[in-house]
Each structure stands twice: as structure tokens, then as C-alpha cells.
């Protein structure tokens, strides 16, 4: 049986007018609805396709498998989000702006995202995959993102000074995104 098949569907609800039903969803699926506020919510294995939750911030919110498919997260902030069972999905989203301070990534995944001006100080991005992102103008301090496969991926930056980036893919062409800090010139 596909994890689709139990999954009870909230379609086109504006949830910044409507008030959101549960503090506890399982197995949910939310399509094109908007949200503005989720604070104190429960979320596993739920799935958001093609919804807006642009500067939404995720206060006390457990997010335990929760995938984002087409979803524009623009502003987001998932700092405050509870770290146990912490994992999420997020597959040709807009997560320009988005706030991933402190968090750890457990087997979480980025795909054909793009990730613009986020911020990933002191997250530990060591177990999760990205695939096809945009990383422009993403911060990444102190952050862990040993065994990281960027190779894909294009325009970060990141020190190896100030990150552990041990054991990570990068292409040959990008290497430039990891000297920045010593301004040479990389042909």
C-alpha cells in the first residue's frame, strides 16, 4: 500500500483565514492551501504539494517526515522547529531566504530547489542529499556538511575554514564557491 493511499486531503483552504483543524496531523495531505502561522503542530508523514508557506514560521512544530512538493517556503523559519524526528523533504520548492540555524538534517532531502540567501549557520547537513539546487548567496558557517553530495548542485560558497566540509563532492568547476574567502582568481 503507497503512503498516498490513507492519506486524508485538505485541498485550496486558506489556512491564514481558515483556522487549522489539529495541532496533530498523520498522514495528511495539503494541496494548494496557504498558511501564515503554524505554531505548536504536529506533522508526520504528511505531504504539502503546491502550497504557500512563505514567511512561516514553524515555533514548537514537529516535523517528522514532512515532504514539500512545488511549495513556495520563501522566509521561512525552521530554527525554532522541535529537533526529535526532525526530517523533511523538499522537492522543486522556492526556500529563497530560509532560516535552518541549528538544525540537524536527518536523512533529509533537497531537490531542484531553489535555496537562495538561506541560512544554514551551525546546521548539520551531513546525512542529506541534494540534488540540482541553487545556492546563491546561502550561508553556510560553521555548518557540517561532510559527505555532502554537492556535485549537482551550483552557485555556493562555503569556506572549508569555518566548515567541515571532510569527505564532501564538489565538481572540479565549482571549486571556486570554496576558495572565495582567499580571493584568487580560479580559471
Known amino acids: 500500500m503507497s503512503r498516498l493511499e490513507n492519506t486524508q486531503l485538505y485541498d485550496g483552504i486558506d489556512f491564514s483565514i481558515e483556522p487549522i483543524p489539529s495541532d496533530d496531523f498523520e498522514q495528511i495531505r495539503f494541496t494548494n492551501c496557504t498558511f501564515a502561522e503554524l505554531q505548536g503542530i504536529t506533522f508526520t508523514d504528511c505531504i504539502f504539494d503546491d502550497c504557500n508557506l512563505s514567511n512561516v514560521s514553524f515555533t514548537h512544530c514537529k516535523l517528522d517526515n514532512a515532504t514539500f512538493r512545488n511549495c513556495k517556503l520563501t522566509g521561512i523559519n525552521m530554527a ?5 524526528g ?3 523533504n523538499f522537492d522543486n520548492c522556492i526556500l529563497d531566504y530560509a532560516i ?3 538544525k540537524k ?8 530547489c531553489r535555496i537562495q540567501g538561506a541560512d544554514f549557520t551551525q546546521a548539520d547537513l551531513s546525512k542529506s542529499k541534494f540534488y540540482n539546487c541553487d ?3 546561502a550561508v553556510f558557517a560553521n555548518t557540517n556538511v561532510g559527505g555532502v553530495d554537492f556535485s549537482t548542485s551550483k552557485n555556493f560558497t562555503i569556506d572549508p575554514t569555518l566548515n ?16 572565495t574567502r582567499f580571493d584568487i582568481i580560479v580559471k
Open 86 to 88: 526532525f526530517m523533511v
Open 135 to 137: 545556492f546563491s548567496d
Open 80 to 84: 525554532a522547529a522541535k529537533d526529535f
Open 164 to 179: 567541515n566540509v571532510k569527505k564532501a563532492k564538489f565538481l572540479a568547476a565549482d571549486l571556486a564557491g570554496l576558495l
Open 100 to 102: 535552518f540555524e541549528l
Open 105 to 112: 538534517f536527518n536523512k533529509s532531502s533537497f531537490s531542484n
